[in-house]
């Protein structure tokens, strides 16, 4: 064992390896143990029977994060012996040795199994610089720590946490705008999550330019990190996201299509807009003001020639459906009778030099001081300031910018925060500034707008953003690989507790071409954020801006999305109680098929547990697809493939390789123009046959309040058992009227012709039917063919909606 080469602390040199060293003594405590050696002090906690906290400081107290964790610790029921040479902790789920001679922890289950282990290096320091070295075991692959570009399986790479504004970044550069320091390593059937929990910079490292270890690390603080430990990848996430907090509901709007450019102005733009989505019976929700809607860049101000009448403005595009949602950056304007500033400046709100003086640079309004969101009183006021923007009828907000970015890129790491009373630096702070700027925005929506359920997007973020905002993936490049690359930026942020998450659809710099937009916006129609965004001094990069062919492509998905809204909605009700994503890695369900991590599949996932997308580059007519075990159903013709196999599936620009996993339940509804607008009361229920069944949850509320918290919402559980040849459509459960009154259940792969309903048997109907439209032949000669895609004869059964059990039998 590698023992301390300077017994004394204080004339340690500050470049030399200092490890934990031999426990002198050790006390057993409520919900663990602690330990002392000569230089360090280690808590051991057990905070659920899964998850075990390690902290190791050479302080008196330790520092602890107050931002990230939300859960307490429970009482559970463990037992700790001690052995020759270390502490045994056994819980109902996991074991932890601890060795007495170096402070060595060791994870297993409850067969033995070796889930995890220190390297003999163990925790050590260099300097202020705090570092758990860990043994890699055999074929053990890596997944999630949140916004990192690259691959699937991160190992062999190492990466970075500090949030860094990043324009154009590189598909495989690091670090990017957010922080979330949580991974998932996999190995031997088994799986296991650590969360390091350190706001400072931090560096993961997989194995890269070294054989002997992985590690993590922060420049300073403790060692303060969490083992979980559970049966499957999705359990370990979501013991994660107990940890950090989970999602609350976003208002349904939020889900639809939401379009953004830097900048639409003046008024009159916005307006012709917003009309030209309705006079082309394109679905949208959401319209952003970008900075140019601000007086000078000033956040709280509208450009008194540019937008006249914001509330004049905002009140029309409510009445065509359209949400607003306005940009907001921190750096506030350092400007002699600016209220904000003068406000700011008079209570002492802004960032600090140690010497008292506001730490001011450069945005986009000019020299600019900047709020301290780590300061509750900053907080209150950020709050009380949105009512300038939910007067005028905002909905929605955006926070940029909040890494914090300034021009230079340089943040002088003396600045102080206030850090909840207890002042801390920048190498501190920093990581979670965006984090709480997204508290205070969501906060402040709720203030102002009572009982109207927030949406606040936002660029920077820490562990537990996803309790605040959603997140996208910032300044991306309209390139194929980007769009690949951000499918797995959202499923790795997926893969790290925040399901609510998406890229700038169409590529942010740069300009897209006619085919990549089409094939992005068939891809984006299956992410959780549904968001096209676009550069100044860029061609327009609306849906209709590319010709009619990409608008007709472009429509036909946009509709798909808002046909598919009744299940994308429930299942984010779902993941606000689960944490899980929409939009889920093939390493959630499928773990130990080592196929998944392959660069030719890594990039596929689930959407809605039972959609598996296929993205690819738009100038291919033909992409090889793993089907992962199970059978599946091609999503727009119904053509069935059995899993464990790879295929060959043709691509043309309007399909999508999208398939659906047999035994799957989808619920469906009408075009629809926006979320808000009025079906035609059908839920279009579509059961795929499969030798496994499936359960649908179905959720419904009024979309925009918060009722649903005390009851007022539709709940019913749908089930499809192949064993007993049903469909079961459970009691309904709450105080709100389904705005469905019809039922329309579509069986695809079944062979009957009939099926049984309240004892009486009934005839099925067909149609042919499509997912997607036809396009329209504009050109005769034209230079590439798009097929239509549909399903032939297909069955169904029409029946009215009760709120009492409804069962469908006969289903063969």
């Avoid at 949105?386 to 790491?413: C, I, K, R």
């Avoid at 006619?514 to 676009?534: C, E, N």
């Avoid at 999503?635 to 043709?650: C, E, K, L, M, R």
């Avoid at 005390?710 to 469909?727: A, D, W």
């Amino acid at each position: 064992m590698i023992q301390n080469p300077q017994p004394t602390l204080q004339h340690q040199s500050s470049s030399r390896y200092v490890p934990i060293g031999k426990i002198d003594k050790w006390t057993r405590t409520s919900d663990g143990f602690s330990a002392k050696s000569e230089i360090a002090q280690v808590q051991i906690t057990v905070i659920r029977a899964g998850i075990i906290r390690i902290q190791a400081t050479r302080n008196d107290s330790f520092d602890v994060n107050p931002y990230s964790i939300v859960a307490q610790p429970q009482e559970i029921d463990f037992f700790l012996e001690e052995q020759e040479d270390s502490l045994i902790l056994t819980t109902s789920q996991v074991q932890v040795q601890f060795d007495l001679q170096g402070g060595i922890c060791s994870f297993f289950d409850l067969n033995g199994f070796l889930l995890n282990k220190d390297d003999s290096l163990g925790i050590s320091w260099l300097g202020t610089e705090v570092t758990c070295y860990k043994e890699v075991q055999a074929n053990e692959k890596f997944i999630g720590l949140g916004e990192k570009t690259g691959n699937l399986n991160r190992a062999g790479r190492a990466y970075t946490n500090w949030n860094t504004d990043y324009f154009g970044y590189g598909i495989n550069d690091d670090p990017l705008y957010a922080s979330i320091p949580f991974y998932i390593g996999l190995h031997g059937e088994k799986a296991y999550g650590i969360y390091f929990d350190n706001t400072h910079k931090s560096v993961f490292n997989f194995g890269a330019s070294t054989d002997r270890f992985s590690y993590f690390n922060a420049e300073d603080g403790d060692m303060d990190y969490y083992f979980i430990h559970e049966p499957t990848v999705a359990e370990i996430i979501s013991s994660y996201a107990t940890l950090t907090g989970k999602m609350k509901m976003p208002p349904k709007w939020a889900l639809g299509y939401q379009q953004c450019r830097y900048s639409y102005y003046p008024d009159s733009e916005v307006l012709a807009l917003s009309t030209t989505f309705r006079d082309k019976k394109i679905p949208a929700d959401v319209i952003y003001l970008d900075i140019h809607h601000m007086e000078q860049y000033k956040v709280f101000t509208f450009d008194g020639e540019k937008f006249s009448d914001p509330k004049n403005l905002i009140s029309r595009l409510k009445e065509k459906g359209f949400r607003v949602v306005v940009i907001l950056d921190p750096g506030i304007k350092t400007e002699a009778g600016y209220l904000p500033y003068e406000e700011g400046k008079a209570k002492g709100l802004f960032l600090k030099y140690p010497d008292g003086k506001d730490y001011v640079a450069q945005v986009w309004p000019g020299w600019c001081a900047f709020p301290d969101f780590t300061n509750p009183d900053t907080r209150s006021w950020w709050m009380e300031k949105l009512v300038f923007y939910t007067e005028a009828g905002v909905d929605g907000f955006w926070t940029d910018m909040n890494e914090p970015a300034s021009w230079g890129q340089f943040t002088p790491n003396l600045i102080e925060f206030d850090y909840e009373g207890t002042t801390a630096s920048h190498r501190k702070a920093r990581n979670i500034y965006g984090m709480q700027m997204a508290k205070s925005t969501q906060e402040g929506s709720v203030l102002n707008l009572p009982n109207q359920r927030p949406f606040v997007l936002t660029r920077a973020g820490f562990a537990g953003v996803q309790r605040f905002a959603a997140v996208w993936t910032g300044d991306n490049v309209s390139t194929e690989e980007h769009m690949l690359a951000g499918v797995r930026l959202v499923n790795s942020l997926g893969l790290s507790g925040v399901p609510f998450s998406g890229y700038d659809l169409g590529g942010f710099a740069g300009e897209a071409t006619k085919s990549l937009y089409a094939r992005w916006m068939s891809i984006a129609a299956f992410s959780p954020l549904f968001r096209a965004h676009s550069m100044i001094n860029s061609n327009d990069a609306e849906p209709w801006a590319f010709g009619e062919e990409v608008e007709e492509i472009s429509r036909t998905y946009m509709k798909l999305r808002y046909n598919l809204l009744p299940t994308i909605y429930s299942k984010f009700r779902q993941s606000s109680h689960t944490g899980l994503p929409l939009a889920a890695s093939l390493a959630i369900a499928y773990s130990n098929d080592p196929l998944i991590f392959t660069p030719a599949f890594q990039n596929q996932y689930l959407f809605c547990d039972s959609f598996l997308i296929a993205p690819v580059e738009s100038f291919k007519e033909i992409l090889k697809v793993y089907l992962p075990v199970g059978d599946w159903y091609y999503f727009f013709n119904d053509q069935a493939h059995s899993g464990g196999q790879v295929i060959y599936q043709d691509c043309p620009l309007n399909n999508l390789p999208v398939f659906v996993k047999a035994g799957s339940i989808l619920a469906l509804q009408s075009d629809v123009a926006h979320s808000s607008a009025k079906h035609d009361g059908i839920l279009r229920i579509h059961v795929y046959a499969g030798s496994e069944g499936s359960e649908y949850l179905h959720y419904e509320d009024d979309g925009v309040s918060f009722d649903f918290e005390s009851g007022v919402y539709h709940e019913r559980l749908i089930s499809y058992s192949p064993m007993n040849q049903c469909l079961t459509i459970n009691k309904a459960v709450g105080h709100f009227i389904s705005q469905f009154n019809r039922l329309r259940v579509y069986l695809h792969g079944f062979t009957t012709d009939s099926v049984v309903y309240k004892e009486q048997c009934l005839s099925l109907k067909q149609e042919n039917f499509a997912f997607l439209d036809a396009l329209s032949e504009f050109d005769p000669l034209p230079d590439s063919s798009f097929p239509h895609l549909s399903i032939s004869n297909l069955k169904y059964l029409e029946l009215p909606i009760h709120s009492e059990r409804m069962e469908i039998t006969g289903l063969v």
